[in-house]
């Protein structure tokens, strides 16, 4: 069975801009997250998503969106790009979002905004 | 707010040492605990996880990690560590009082040096 992808593997963008970054679950898997990854703030959760519905959220601005689509791929959105942007986003995914499903995480897309 | 900690932020140790990293979270009632792995280079995988029922839990590579309800903590351990043991380890928390978003801890890096 296929890992999850994630695409693109590395991104760069400058201040202002928006980027949307894509997760292919693993096959059957209906459930994607979304984590931001950095060094000072270690992994911070963005949103879920299941049968493309937004099922929880972190504590991130709305300029951070989603959406996941009827074959459970999922796309983030980061509009106007800060510096503090910068980041490895992980995406994860479960059989159903259950809190006692095991989350298989993707290789992660690493932003960097100039 | 829900939060996990973890004990140190690198530990470095010969091969052949015995590991215990520590990890307290901040919920209360029933909570999942996991622990993930982050290898150079590779994806965050599952190593392992607890719901209920004995405390004492085994996971892939020869890890353990032991629940303490009293002290809320979920404590990796491994009596005799490799080489390729050298990661990064995060301990990750979640509730269904709380969403079923995962909260990870600071992760701490662990270096065996040969």
């Known amino acids: 069975k296929a890992g999850v992808t994630q695409t693109p593997r590395y991104l760069i963008k400058t201040r202002g801009q928006q980027v949307t970054l894509s997760c292919s679950p693993i096959?059957?898997?209906?459930?994607v997250s979304w984590y931001q990854q950095t060094p000072g703030q270690g992994l911070q959760f963005l949103f879920e998503?299941?049968?493309?519905?937004?099922?929880n959220k972190g504590n991130f601005p709305g300029r951070f969106s989603g959406r996941q689509f009827s074959n459970s791929r999922s796309e983030m959105n980061v509009s106007t790009l800060e510096l503090g942007d910068s980041a490895l986003y992980l995406c994860?995914?479960?059989?159903?979002?259950?809190?006692?499903?095991?989350?298989?995480f993707g290789p992660g897309t690493r932003l960097l905004v100039l | 707010a829900q939060s996990v900690s973890q004990h140190n932020h690198h530990v470095i140790l010969s091969e052949a040492a015995s590991l215990e990293l520590g990890c307290n979270y901040s919920?209360?009632?029933?909570?999942?605990l996991f622990w993930y792995v982050q290898y150079p280079g590779q994806h965050l995988q599952l190593l392992l996880k607890?719901?209920?029922?004995?405390?004492l839990v085994k996971g892939i590579k020869g890890f353990e990690a032991e629940f303490i309800k009293s002290k809320f903590s979920f404590n990796l351990r491994k009596p005799s560590v490799q080489w390729s043991d050298t990661a990064e380890y995060f301990c990750?928390?979640?509730?269904?009082?709380?969403?079923?978003?995962?909260?990870f801890g600071p992760g701490t890096r662990l270096s065996v040096l040969p």
């Open positions: 990750a928390v979640n509730s269904e009082n709380y969403g079923q978003n995962f909260v």
């Open positions: 607890y719901f209920s029922g004995d405390p």
């Open positions: 998503y299941f049968s493309e519905t937004q099922r």
């Open positions: 994860a995914s479960s059989l159903a979002g259950g809190t006692q499903e095991t989350q298989y």
């Open positions: 919920y209360g009632g029933t909570v999942n």
């Open positions: 096959s059957g898997h209906r459930s």
